[in-house]
């Protein structure tokens, strides 16, 4: 069964670094793209980046670029999503999600995602 | 402003048809696949719909097609647990990026 499990709510202070995680289980980590997608209070959905875990090829979306940091750790099947200083306008749920792969090629959509982490981030 | 476009509520009684449209370009949905993700009461999404194929354990009142750039869901024989926000995506060649409708708020009467 695959699944992608988060870590848990954080809370921090403007100015602070932090990293949170999507651990996969349950398919070949190295070879299926995981995107982070953020979630403002009362908001849709923002596509922010991808990695490819198994080249750490990234990609990132126009309004975060130079803003966070994707990256993966294929030993224990992980991906993360980090900040080296968080502002107020970060506080949002972030998600990970895979994106599909048949046996011959990758589709532009994703079928499995994470349960969600929750960042608040107030003075 | 979103690249897709998508109605902001729909509403529909319980065993009714409803159909939720996302309009997009030949940047996005023109050349690639779309799918629809569920949300409900702000959980976490969940793919309902993705290159017009149902993923595991979705019931089959769930459909989707695509014509030219427009992209729609229809959900036959509503039932309450439908009641979400429902979100389509696809990506965009001219963002080089992801993207997504701004959502629609389902609402089963």
């Known amino acids: 069964e695959v699944q992608l499990v988060q870590s848990g709510a954080e809370v921090k202070k403007p100015g602070e670094s932090l990293r949170i995680s999507c651990k996969a289980s349950g398919y070949n980590f190295i070879t299926y793209w995981i995107a982070w997608v953020r979630q403002m209070p009362g908001k849709g959905l923002e596509w922010m980046g991808i990695v490819y875990p198994g080249e750490s090829d990234t990609a990132y979306g126009p309004s975060f670029q130079g803003q966070v940091t994707i990256s993966a750790d294929k030993s224990i099947s992980t991906a993360y999503l980090q900040w080296s200083s968080l502002k107020a306008s970060d506080t949002a749920m972030y998600y990970c999600?895979?994106?599909?792969?048949?046996?011959?090629?990758?589709?532009?959509?994703?079928?499995?995602w994470g349960q969600g982490t929750l960042v608040t981030v107030s003075s | 402003q979103s690249a897709l476009t998508q109605e902001a509520s729909v509403s529909g009684t319980v065993g009714q048809k409803v159909t939720l449209s996302c309009i997009g370009n030949?940047?996005?949905?023109?050349?690639?696949?779309v799918a629809w993700y569920q949300q409900i009461s702000h959980g976490a999404p969940k793919t309902v719909m993705f290159r017009n194929s149902l993923p595991s354990g979705i019931p089959d009142r769930f459909s989707g097609s695509k014509s030219g750039t427009t992209a729609s869901l229809t959900i036959s024989g509503l039932q309450p647990e439908d009641e979400a926000d429902y979100y389509c995506?696809?990506?965009?060649?001219?963002?080089?990026?992801?993207?997504f409708g701004g959502g629609t708020k389902l609402t089963v009467l």
């Open positions: 999600a895979r994106r599909y792969c048949s046996t011959t090629s990758c589709a532009e959509v994703f079928d499995y």
């Open positions: 030949n940047n996005n949905i023109g050349n690639y696949a």
């Open positions: 995506s696809t990506y965009d060649y001219s963002l080089s990026a992801w993207v």
